[in-house]
């Protein structure tokens, strides 16, 4: 009977000592949860990391004002004890509370980046929400802020007829636009005149969807520095209907990534 208890002891401790080991593994801590993920403020830096094996949720609203384009930037990037020869973090954005719907695809950072979301126009007064994944035990300092573009499709820039708007657009030819619009007063040819610092393109629509070009044969803008042409409707001499709201798209044409700056207006031809 002495031998059992005696065994017994002994089995009760190894398992202790073991369970202890166990308990001191450190795999960080990761941050906010998918049903409550941790709120970001635009502008202020947030320090946290992800738990090895595991993912941090966030999230973060655009102002009533601040449509445009969004950035996140990872300072202070340390990734220890990794499982992975690629020793990294992903960064995926998402439209929805579910973190079912991606906006675009994960961006990657092995050190310290700025991750621009493929330079997409963000609608204000919406909340975002993002999931970061790191291979290995993580630790940042993570900060949103306003990018270069401004307005999006859903909250587009007005512009006050006659008055100069100083703007940006931030991206490539391909990534990155700034969305306005303005409202007629009479039917007439309208003119829109740019000082810009490089080359750029711009569209205009007669739908909030951005969508029907308003006779793309007139209507566009051709791509260069100090843009001007003549909004003249569907035909050369139609001009634009009256008390109506137009849209306006504008892009940079520069094969990598930059931000130009312009002063745009919009005016009733004299």
Not at 160 to 186: D, I, M, N, P, R
Request: hydrophobic share 30%.
């Amino acid at each position: 009977m002495k031998i059992f208890y005696y065994v017994l002891i002994i089995f009760v401790f190894s398992a202790c000592s073991i369970s202890s080991e166990e308990d001191t593994t450190d795999y960080g801590t990761s941050d906010g949860l998918a049903s409550a993920p941790m709120e970001l403020t635009v502008g202020t830096a947030k320090t946290g990391g992800v738990a090895k094996y595991g993912s941090s949720y966030y999230k973060f609203t655009p102002s009533s004002t601040g449509a445009g384009s969004y950035e996140l930037n990872i300072a202070s990037l340390v990734i220890s004890d990794s499982w992975s020869s690629s020793s990294s973090v992903y960064v995926y954005l998402y439209t929805d509370s579910g973190y079912s719907t991606m906006s675009g695809y994960g961006d990657s950072c092995l050190a310290s980046c700025t991750v621009y979301f493929d330079y997409s126009a963000f609608d204000a007064s919406t909340t975002y929400y993002l999931r970061i994944y790191g291979y290995g035990k993580v630790t940042y300092s993570l900060t949103v802020s306003q990018g270069g573009s401004e307005g999006s499709a859903n909250d587009p820039v007005e512009l006050t007829l006659g008055t100069a708007h100083s703007g940006t657009v931030e991206g490539t030819s391909y990534y990155g636009k700034s969305y306005y619009k303005f409202t007629t007063v009479a039917t007439d040819n309208y003119t829109l005149t740019m000082t810009n610092s490089d080359s750029m393109d711009c569209y205009l629509y007669s739908d909030s969807g951005f969508s029907t070009y308003v006779s793309y044969s007139y209507n566009n803008c051709t791509a260069g520095t100090d843009l001007s042409t003549t909004f003249t409707g569907t035909s050369s001499s139609a001009g634009l209907t009256a008390a109506k709201t137009y849209y306006l798209k504008v892009e940079g044409e520069s094969s990598t990534a930059k931000t130009t700056t312009y002063n745009i207006t919009v005016a009733a031809e004299d």
